[in-house]
């Protein structure tokens, strides 16, 4: 069964910094391309950014409202992406959710971990 | 504003054939193909449709896509009162260099 399962939402100040984790199992983590997507309350979806996998040398990429300040990251070797979030905004405050492609599309979802960023 | 646009809200009765469009240009759905996806009201997003018309298993046929220049659309025949969700569609962007998702349609079924 393919799991995905975000933690480390939590409660953080603006200005501050948070790590996000997705723990991945039941397919080929290493071969996939790991995604970050958002949504904050009773809006749409934000697609935050990517991280290829190997063969791809690990290449990343970001939306322009996180550029410079969200960093993502993988250990194939635990099966987990992650997100570290720095200098957050109060616009950051949404649900984040992990998602997986194989081949151009999000097939597989965590249930997503709450960030609120407030003071 | 999103770079793909959606009607933000569309309806039907049960029985009733539904269409939800997405615009877009030539940067991401002319050059890239375009996936959809359902999501309910506290849960996570589900890939309906991908590659425009392509159905992952478990996906009942009553859902399709279709694709025109720079439009894409999703079908829903025979609609029944489970349908009644969010639909968002997503695609590549070559300019942007990322995934863009439309602003979402809200499908009621009355």
């Known amino acids: 069964e393919v799991q995905l399962v975000e933690s480390g939402g939590d409660l953080v100040q603006p200005g501050g910094s948070l790590k996000l984790s997705c723990a991945a199992s039941?397919?080929?983590?290493?071969?996939?391309?790991m995604h970050w997507v958002r949504q904050a309350s009773g809006k749409g979806l934000e697609w935050v950014g990517r991280?290829?996998?190997?063969?791809?040398?690990?290449?990343?990429a970001y939306a322009a409202s996180v550029k410079g300040r969200f960093t993502i990251s993988r250990d194939d070797s635990k099966n987990t992406a992650y997100l570290q979030m720095n200098s957050l905004k109060t616009e950051d405050t949404a649900v984040y959710y992990c998602?997986?492609?194989?081949?151009?599309?999000?097939?597989?979802w965590g249930q997503g971990t709450l960030v609120t960023v407030s003071s | 504003q999103s770079v793909l646009t959606q009607t933000p809200s569309a309806s039907g009765t049960p029985g009733q054939r539904v269409t939800i469009s997405c615009s877009g240009g030539?940067?991401?759905?002319?050059?890239?193909?375009v996936n959809w996806y359902q999501q309910f009201p506290g849960t996570a997003p589900k890939l309906l449709i991908y590659?425009?018309?392509q159905r992952p298993s478990g996906v009942p046929d009553r859902f399709s896509g279709s694709k025109s220049g720079t439009s894409g659309s999703l079908a829903i025949s025979g609609l029944q009162s489970e349908d009644e969700a969010d639909y968002y569609c997503?695609?590549?962007?070559?300019?942007?260099?990322?995934?863009?998702f439309g602003g979402g349609t809200k499908l009621t079924v009355l």
């Open positions: 997503a695609a590549w962007d070559d300019s942007l260099k990322g995934v863009i």
């Open positions: 039941g397919f080929s983590f290493s071969g996939s391309t």
């Open positions: 998602s997986r492609s194989g081949n151009g599309y999000n097939d597989y």
């Open positions: 991280i290829r996998n190997k063969a791809n040398s690990y290449a990343t």
């Open positions: 590659y425009d018309n």
């Open positions: 030539r940067s991401n759905i002319g050059s890239n193909t």
